[in-house]
């Protein structure tokens, strides 16, 4: 019992922090909105760094293939 009321207690300062700030956003219907768009930009901003990466790479090895393939064919061609 003991371990669980200071697991709890531990955030209690932050939920008595934010107490007057939930009060009063439900109080006037208003709540943060704002704080969605930074963290959806930043969710976008990797989304887009992690594919753009991935093409980059995939991009890369099939050049660098149809080079040898090209390479290839070409010193077959002339030894003959």
Known sequence: MATAFFLCGDALPVFL???NI???ETAHNTYRRSSGLPGFLFYFL???AT???GRSVVT???GFKSFFI???LCCVLIDI
């Open 22 to 24: 939930f009060m009063r």
């Open 17 to 19: 922090q934010e107490r």
């Open 51 to 53: 594919f753009w990466a």
């Open 60 to 62: 890369f090895i099939s």
């Open 70 to 72: 090209f390479h290839d």
């Open 46 to 48: 990797m989304n887009s």
